[in-house]
């Protein structure tokens, strides 16, 4: 059984002082849900603000990036060990991130590889873009960013990670993909590359998030699906209600 797991990402958004607010609200709501991996990927400036508002629940904290190398001479970036002081978990791998930061499957191995030194759970995203989907490549992009982002992997550190399949474009357009597209490419796709990688037993226990408008209403729909572990949510994950729904959803 893998334990159903919901992160929020807010992305770019709250300062320090609405962080807090948020989290002071959304807390106590998402503390209670005790079946569910929750996680919250505020911006780096506010990991402090958030640990020390949730340090002692059960809800844990993750960054959006890290660099890949130990130290040195990276003006702006954010080590493994720096991000680990505070989280357990670090997204890698965002489609904004490679959209508009460049960044590749090969950078996107390189932080996995260094999120797993450093003891972090790597939230791994995949997805096509439109086009590629309106060209039938949803299968070719999706197996491809899953296997080249873990390559290299042994199968202990391939198990802890977390995959999330967030279709380019249905995240922030309100386009979710239906539950029964979303299952079909978690398992005839996503793990089956990752079946074909590391054999079935470790694909298995890997968590395939389906992340893109995820919201109150259309949650559950999602979680009644046997290879949609959990949501990888954006938008909804800055509205206290909104995201306690989702979590609910998750647990029920
Ligand atoms: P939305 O839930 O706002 O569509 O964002 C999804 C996403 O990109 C989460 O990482």
Redesign the pocket.
Known sequence: MRTPFV?G?W?MNKTVAEARELVSVMGKGLAVINNVEIVLCPPFVSILAVANLIGGTRLGLGAQNLHWEEKGAFTGEVSPAMVKEFCNYV?LG???RRTYFGETDLTVNKKIHAALKAGLTPIV?VGETLEENKAGKTAQVVSTQTKEGLQGLDAESAAKVVV?Y?PVW?????L?ATADDAQQVHCDIVRKSLADQFGSDVAQKIRILY?????AANAAEYFTKPDIDGA??????LKSDDFIAIVQAASN
């Open positions: 992160a990402n992305k997204i965002h489609s904004e995203c999330a967030e249905a995240i922030g357009t309100g979710a992340g893109g408008s995820v919201n990888l949510v954006g938008g909804a994950s």
